[in-house]
């Protein structure tokens, strides 16, 4: 499979008046020559940019032929992705540290939420919201008498206070 690095390298896309201009400017400025200029025994297959930076210097391009084409490639391959790599270590190693950072919490926040749950299944909160969550629905005769209860609780609670 042939990459499409050098001259014609995806870099260019969607830069395309950069890539025209700069391959007008190639060769213009870098005639092809009759042989390789890497190995001078073929004649050249196509011009690579040798930093990978695509400078406007005739020093940044080679004309290589097809073997010397396919070596400089798989280097350039090599330091394209080690620049990625580069680029999202720091990034994914922020993702990774933040990652762990919220399982922790969350596993530590189970065992909290799991040790409240556990034996206290019916604290008065938990009839609070009991409460509040059947708020609007028709209460049942059970629920009526103890809301009724506890009204009078609290009136008998309102009353000793009182006085
Ligand atoms: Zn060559």
Not at 37 to 62: H, L, M, T, W
Not at 82 to 104: D, F, P, Q, T
Not at 106 to 124: A, F, M, V, Y
Request: hydrophobic share 25%; charged share 35%.
């Amino acid at each position: 499979m042939e990459k499409n690095v050098g001259c014609k390298n995806g870099m260019w896309k969607g830069d395309n008046v950069g890539y025209y201009a700069l391959h007008i400017w190639i060769n213009k400025h870098k005639p092809k020559p009759g042989l390789c200029e890497e190995c001078k025994q073929k004649p050249p297959y196509d011009c690579a940019n040798i930093s990978g930076q695509y400078k406007r210097d005739v020093n940044d391009f080679k004309w290589l032929c097809r073997s010397c084409h396919m070596k400089s490639d798989n280097r350039l391959e090599i330091l394209r992705q080690a620049n990625i790599g580069s680029k999202h270590s720091a990034e994914h190693i922020e993702k990774v540290r933040a990652y762990h950072l919220g399982k922790i919490r969350s596993k530590e926040t189970r065992k909290n939420i799991s040790l409240k749950t556990k034996g206290l299944k019916k604290t008065k909160e938990h009839i609070e919201n009991l409460r509040l969550s059947h708020l609007g629905k028709k209460p049942s005769l059970e629920t009526l008498e103890k809301m009724r209860l506890s009204q009078q609780k609290r009136r008998e609670l309102e009353q000793r206070l009182s006085i």
